[in-house]
């Protein structure tokens, strides 16, 4: 069975703190996503990446950076949470077809 | 923005009837996908329809594509309790790099009652 994991359910963090969120599949897919999705906003895409080492900027990627030192595992870094990076945040990886995570709910106090 | 717009925001139906959720976006696309999400859990993809076809069919899904007017419409029909969730319709404008990016719509919420 074809699986996306995400590290956490539920985060609360504090502003200002450095957070992370990782990703991994076991798919061995090239492409992986990280996504943010606010009531009335649908996902909005945060950062892709479509190889190891390699990341593209997506519609919203202010405040965020992301790492992708292996194939299967993608990270996501707020480097300073701030209020308004409370949200839930799916990660997906896939060609065409995407397959996502069960989504991380950040609270950021 | 590319973002579709799915149409109506929110149905309520009783089990057993057909559900049709429409799709509309804004250029030229390579294919179109509808996801499902159940209450607050991930996207699961259902269907995706290539630019070049017109309808296919999944089970109890439908979809069908008009490339001239932009949209897309999701049939599902018989349905059932365990059809409640939010769907989207998602679009794929192509990428570069060999990247391909999806662009989501806001989604909507179908509510099937038993």
């Known amino acids: 069975d074809v699986k996306v994991t995400q590290s956490s359910r539920y985060l609360v963090k504090r502003t200002g703190e450095k957070v992370f969120l990782e990703c991994v599949q076991d798919?061995?897919?090239?492409?992986m996503f990280w996504y943010r999705q606010d009531p009335g906003l649908g996902l909005r895409l945060i950062y892709f990446?479509?190889?190891?080492?390699?990341?593209e900027k997506g519609d919203i990627p202010e405040g965020y950076s992301v790492s992708r030192e292996k194939k299967e595992r993608f990270s996501l870094i707020l480097e300073s949470a701030s209020t308004n990076q409370t949200s839930m945040y799916l990660c997906a990886s896939g060609w065409n077809e995407q397959f996502f995570g069960p989504g991380t709910r950040l609270t950021v106090l | 923005s590319q973002q579709g717009e799915e149409d109506p925001q929110a149905l309520s139906i009783q089990e057993g009837e057909n559900a049709t959720m429409n799709c509309s976006y804004k250029?030229?696309?390579?294919?179109l996908q509808w996801y499902r999400q159940n209450s607050g859990r991930g996207l699961v993809h259902l269907i995706l329809?290539?630019?070049?076809?017109r309808e296919k069919h999944s089970g109890r899904l439908r979809v069908t594509l008009d490339t001239s007017k932009k949209s897309s419409s999701l049939l599902i029909t018989a349905s059932r309790a365990a059809d409640t969730a939010s769907y989207f319709c998602?679009?794929?404008?192509?990428?570069?790099?060999?990247?391909?990016?999806?662009?989501f719509g806001k989604g909507m919420k179908l509510t099937v009652n038993p």
């Open positions: 998602a679009t794929d404008y192509g990428g570069q790099g060999g990247s391909e990016k999806l662009v």
């Open positions: 250029t030229s696309i390579n294919n």
């Open positions: 329809i290539r630019s070049n076809e």
């Open positions: 798919m061995d897919h090239e492409n």
């Open positions: 990446s479509y190889d190891v080492k390699m990341k």
